[in-house]
């Protein structure tokens, strides 16, 4: 009999907007086959109640962050990844099995247990901890092969608006990383129309996480925190144009909330 995982409802809805895009490896089919994902159910109705196009976001914002993975490793096939709030996404699954050989270290304080019972990949490490007590998860993280002196790709997906900046630039601090991509909500620059949608979606959002505020960055003051230079950067109109070739859900630079950005050490 097939076990199937119950989420908690921001992991279920990500994965129910994401469906069979992106990841294509059979290690990811059968894994997400595993996971029940209707705790997410009634987060996704009250999205799509809203703009009924939310899964093009999540699908813009996977393969982008993907793709920027892939170009840094076609340059170093010798990074290390890191990614600093996994969840039960399957990225990193994904990666090992695109790249043999390569070691993906998954940070997140939950669910890093359930994802090593449901996985089985030696070279995928599940390191539980909190991104703000940095000094544990250093310790793990080397314990479990991480060199902190050899280059270190970090993503930073669906997490930064979790985390204060001070949180941010103390894990940055401690990391140092030679590449990191983030996908971070917009500060400004958006039509009152995108604005609208984001700020209500957010609303259903911080309501089930019970969260105040979720945190907003541009570029450039993520660029400032984390005193680190803007490499590649790419709005949802952008994104969205290099995916698909045409513009259909983000008609302008300005009609979108969330941006994707490589950024790399200044010096
Ligand atoms: C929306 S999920 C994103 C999962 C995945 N990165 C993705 O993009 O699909 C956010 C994750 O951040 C984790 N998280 C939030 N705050 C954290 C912290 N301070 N330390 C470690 N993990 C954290 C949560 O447990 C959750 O799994």
Request: aromatic share 10%; net charge negative; glycine share 6%.
């Amino acid at each position: 009999m097939v076990e199937y995982i119950k989420l908690s409802e921001t992991s279920a809805l990500v994965l129910r907007f994401l469906q069979d895009q992106v990841y294509h490896s059979q290690a990811v089919k059968d894994y997400l086959a595993r996971l029940d994902l209707s705790a997410g159910k009634e987060m996704q109705d009250a999205c799509d109640a809203i703009w009924p196009h939310y899964s093009e976001v999540i699908i813009n914002r996977k393969h982008t962050i993907l793709k920027y993975i892939e170009e840094a490793l076609a340059e170093n096939p010798s990074l290390q990844i890191i990614s600093g709030a996994a969840g039960l996404d399957p990225l990193g699954l994904e990666l090992t099995q695109r790249h043999k050989g390569l070691t993906v270290y998954e940070i997140d304080r939950e669910q890093m247990p359930l994802k090593a019972a449901l996985i089985s990949a030696p070279e995928l490490c599940f390191i539980p901890g909190d991104l703000g007590d940095t000094a544990p998860l250093i310790d793990r993280l080397t314990k479990a092969g991480w060199l902190q002196d050899k280059p270190t790709f970090l993503i930073m997906e669906g997490i930064g608006y979790y985390l204060t900046p001070v949180i941010l630039k103390n894990f940055f601090t401690a990391m140092s990383p030679q590449y990191v991509v983030f996908d971070h909500l917009r500060e400004t620059g958006m039509t009152q129309e995108a604005n609208e949608i984001i700020t209500r979606i957010l609303g259903v959002i911080e309501n089930y996480i019970e969260m105040d505020k979720m945190i907003r960055y541009d570029a450039s003051s993520l660029s400032a925190l984390l005193d680190m230079r803007i490499a590649k950067h790419a709005s949802l109109h952008a994104i969205e144009y290099q995916r698909t070739g045409q513009n259909v859900y983000f008609p302008s630079e300005d009609f979108g909330w969330l941006d994707i950005t490589v950024f790399e050490p200044e010096h």
